[in-house]
T-cell receptor, first 117, second 114 residues
């Protein structure tokens, strides 16, 4: 099975712009989670989508949004970029919420490195 | 509330010596626990997981971890460090009462000295 893929891998934007990042989960996985990783804050949970619905949300401003399509692919969007949004954005997929712990194991993509100038 | 504390932000060992990365967790219910490794500029790779089966869990690359409920710990060990083990390690807790959301520790940076 192919792993989680994220595009693009690297992105440079300027303040005030917006950006869209894409994530394709492992085939058969229906849950996609997004994380922001920075040296200062570590790994922070952004949101999780399951069956096209946002199931969990972290503590980020409304400039950060996401969506999931019927094929489970997901996008996240950041509007009005700020310098502090420079980070590695990681996507993870899992089979989905279940009583079976194995269904909740998350598989991570390589990330998108966003630099805001 | 669920949380993870990684007790050491940096660990340095000599090649061939044992590795111990410490993790304590807090969970309201029977947790699932994971260790992930991240090499520079890469995504996270699962090393091992505990999901209420055997308390001693073996993972990839010779790593293992023991779930100790009485101590709320899930420390990661390896008998003999290799240069390729140098990376960032993250301990993660989740449980079904929080919708299986992952809670990450702050990470431990492992340096292996030749």
């Amino acid at each position: 099975k192919a792993g989680v893929t994220q595009t693009p891998r690297y992105l440079i934007k300027t303040r005030g712009q917006q950006v869209t990042l894409s994530c394709s989960p492992i085939s058969g996985h229906r849950s996609v989670s997004w994380y922001q990783q920075t040296p200062g804050q570590g790994l922070q949970f952004l949101f999780e989508y399951f069956s096209e619905t946002q199931r969990n949300k972290g503590n980020f401003p409304g400039r950060f949004s996401g969506r999931q399509f019927s094929n489970s692919r997901s996008e996240m969007n950041v509007s009005t970029l700020e310098l502090g949004d420079s980070a590695l954005y990681l996507c993870a997929s899992s089979q989905g919420p279940s009583e079976r712990p194995s269904y909740n194991e998350q598989f991570f993509g390589p990330g998108t490195r966003l630099t805001v100038l | 509330a669920q949380s993870v504390t990684q007790l050491d932000s940096h660990v340095s060992v000599s090649e061939g010596t044992p590795v111990l990365l410490r993790c304590n967790y807090s969970s309201s219910y029977s947790p699932s626990l994971f260790w992930y490794v991240q090499h520079p500029n890469k995504g996270l790779q699962l090393l091992l997981k505990y999901t209420s089966a055997a308390t001693l869990v073996k993972g990839i690359n010779g790593f293992e971890a023991e779930f100790k409920k009485s101590e709320t710990s899930f420390h990661l060990t390896k008998p003999s460090a290799h240069m390729s083990d140098a990376a960032e390690y993250f301990c993660v807790v989740s449980d079904r009462y929080t919708g299986n959301q992952f809670y990450f520790g702050t990470g431990t940076s492992l340096t292996v000295i030749p």
